[in-house]
């Protein structure tokens, strides 16, 4: 493989562990190296070689890092060790059946997603690079014990920007339904058309801690989707439910999912914007003893961030305005480029902005089968907090 040379000043970082290299890291202009996309290559800097990457001339993230320096490597045995790591850590976990079994970079296979339903994979490749493995991918992921069916997930955004085509591809037979267990209650999950992979594996560890407080309140679930929150909300003793989500298809999934879980008498689905519902409750005098507040991101790019931080304090203010004296909310968002902080201040704003007394009564994260990369903070993208409010 040829050899693609980075300015020195790139070293630290990737010295720290981090996996990302970008175009303006590289000697030379990268256009000029006739480099193709998802290309192998030796990654140097003077004198030492830092290992092995897959390129993306046209992309700002030009490389990915995928093993440190070795003799020879071969991409079969790299995915294959690669891939029983992750598995390995899930069966720990005891998730190896329903969860995320791969995780990007977290797991070393970057530009690569794999959530499992039991028998399916639903698999997403975001980058070029991994496109490129696909055929060695392939195999990997079906030797594993108890796999009859893959999809593969070719529809994300990101593949755009890495010169990808959008594209959905079903090996195998996919049942006409698959369901999923999370506490008691009980999820059809649609990996071949729903939400990124079909299903938001990343709030289970989260709505285990939350959902027992919330028996025998009154819950309202905003941005709902199949209704992760509501309806563990309804299995857990809440006493009255509205889910709430402008997608057609997720309310559709609200009811089905609360018939399979056996709420449907205490589960209410409504097709709205969040925004206007909360103002429509708010009219109406409606209050709710619990409010989950679990939008998708808002702020997508960073050059959206003042955007999308008011987008956050308003949807927030207007779920504080609904609570009931000593009421919970619970806050979250899965935007990367809002932190921790950046979620809290716009809690305490929208507290300020609504006369409401808040206090965290805890910090929630993405699932144990989403681990964080130490060297790479992009790895930890969802943050919240359980509140009381006042």
């Known amino acids: 493989m040829r050899t693609l040379k980075l300015r020195r000043e790139a070293e630290r970082r990737l010295r720290t562990g981090h996996l990302w290299i970008y175009a303006n890291e590289i000697e030379g202009k990268l256009g000029t190296l006739g480099l193709t996309p998802g290309e192998l290559v030796d990654i140097e800097i003077p004198g030492k070689s830092l290992g092995v990457a ?23 045995t790299w995915l294959a060790q690669r891939l029983h ?7 720990m976990l005891g998730l190896a059946r329903q969860c995320r079994l791969v995780f990007g970079e977290s797991d070393g296979l970057p530009g690569l997603v794999v959530d499992r339903y039991g028998a399916v994979l639903s698999v997403q490749i975001t980058t070029a690079g991994m496109e490129r493995l696909r055929p060695s991918l392939a195999r990997a992921l079906g030797s594993i014990d108890g796999i009859e069916t893959i999809v593969w997930r070719g529809d994300s955004s990101s593949r755009t920007l890495e010169g990808l085509p959008s594209t959905v591809e079903i090996e195998g037979v996919l049942p006409e339904q ?47 989707y199949g209704g992760g929150w509501g309806i563990g ?16 298809a997720a309310i559709e999934s609200v009811n089905a999912n609360a018939r399979y879980s056996g709420v449907s008498a ?28 679990d939008p998708p991101a808002f702020i997508k790019r960073k050059k959206d961030a003042e955007e999308g931080a008011l987008a956050y304090r308003r949807i927030n203010e207007a779920a504080l305005r609904l609570l009931e004296p000593g009421g919970w909310l619970i806050s979250c968002s899965c935007s990367h480029h809002f932190d921790e902080i950046s979620l809290l201040d716009a ?27 130490p060297a790479m903070p992009e790895t930890r993208y969802l943050k919240g907090f359980a509140c009381s409010v006042w």
């Open 85 to 91: 790591a992750a598995v390995a850590t899930r069966r």
């Open 54 to 76: 897959y390129v993306n001339p046209n992309s700002l993230i030009a490389a990915r890092l995928l093993q440190a320096p070795t003799a020879q490597f071969d991409v079969d």
């Open 233 to 248: 909300a309804a299995c857990a003793g809440a006493r009255d439910v509205w889910c709430v989500d402008s997608s057609n």
């Open 347 to 373: 809690l305490r704003r929208a507290a300020q902005s609504a006369g409401r007394s808040l206090r965290v009564l805890m910090r929630l994260a993405q699932s144990s089968d989403h681990p964080e990369h």
């Open 178 to 224: 698959i369901i999923i267990d999370e506490g008691n209650a009980r999820f059809a999950i649609a990996p071949a058309i729903g939400q990124k992979t079909g299903w938001f594996y990343d709030q289970r560890d989260n709505r285990a801690r939350v959902l027992p407080h919330l028996s025998g309140l009154r819950v309202l679930d905003l941005f709902s």
């Open 266 to 293: 205490n589960v209410r689905a409504i097709e709205a914007d969040a925004f206007d519902a909360c103002r429509e409750f708010k009219a109406g005098g409606e209050r709710f003893g619990a409010i989950v507040v």
